[in-house]
């Protein structure tokens, strides 16, 4: 029996280093001349994620209404100081200042998102099998790890934008209460906490995508990914 299954084992990850060796799992439409079909498969996995991601997170309450990617009160805004403490006292202002700070957060996922489908485009994997066998986010993962803080630096000034623009007067009033600090560092402070829920959302979507592969209608896809569940 042991033996048995551990054929069967093996037949599979041949099937699916077979499929990607030859390139039979390309992808209609992603595969170009001398470009490997594993690069085109994990392109096709991230794209689909990032897309519906931040399909999400740009409506109205994205940020708010997900399960993974509501924004907590950054670290900022728990500066002790006798001021804050008195304004941070009401549990209704803090939950003003977190659904604004959310709400801020989707104009930030507007400027991230070609960020990230432009680093998708451009990915270069050199071990599809590894990311397709590796977990329900390790695409995502991968791709974080490459883009760095890309995601923060583009979001800063849209954000410092926003919330300069918004005139706001529960933010306002958060950020005056804080010693030495001003809009920009709490731009900062919500750029750093948007890439987490962004990234958070991204890697939820693989998972899905992953658990219910039918989703996507791309046959390639659906094939390998079946194939990689079964290893």
Not at 64 to 79: E, H, K, T, Y
Not at 114 to 133: F, H
Not at 143 to 172: F, H, K, T, Y
Not at 182 to 189: G, I, K, L, R, V
Request: hydrophobic share 50%; with cysteine; charged share 20%.
């Amino acid at each position: 029996m042991n033996g048995g299954s551990g054929m069967e084992m093996t037949g599979r990850r041949a099937v699916l280093a077979g499929f990607l060796a030859t390139g039979a799992l390309a992808l209609p439409g992603c595969a170009t001349i001398g470009r490997p079909s594993q690069t085109d498969l994990i392109e096709s996995l991230l794209m689909l994620s990032s897309q519906r991601a931040f399909a999400r997170l740009t409506q109205p309450d994205g940020f708010w209404d997900s399960q993974v990617a509501r924004i907590n009160l950054p670290v900022l805004f728990g500066r002790p100081g006798s001021v804050a403490q008195k304004v941070f006292r009401s549990p209704l202002f803090k939950e003003k200042l977190q659904r604004e700070l959310n709400r801020v957060a989707e104009d930030g996922a507007r400027v991230a998102a070609p960020l990230v489908y432009d680093a998708v485009r451009s990915l270069t994997v050199t071990d599809a099998l590894a990311l397709l066998r590796g977990g329900d986010t390790a695409a995502t993962t991968f791709l974080r790890q490459s883009m760095g803080s890309g995601l923060v630096n583009v979001m800063i000034p849209e954000l410092d934008r926003v919330m300069r623009v918004a005139e706001d007067p529960i933010l306002n009033t958060a950020v005056s209460a804080l010693a030495g600090v001003n809009m920009a560092d709490a731009a900062h402070a919500l750029a750093l906490e948007a890439d987490n829920a962004i990234w958070y959302e991204i890697g939820a979507q693989e998972a899905d995508i992953r658990a219910h592969p039918e989703s996507t209608h791309d046959a390639g896809l659906i094939a390998a990914l079946k194939a990689a569940s079964a290893l």
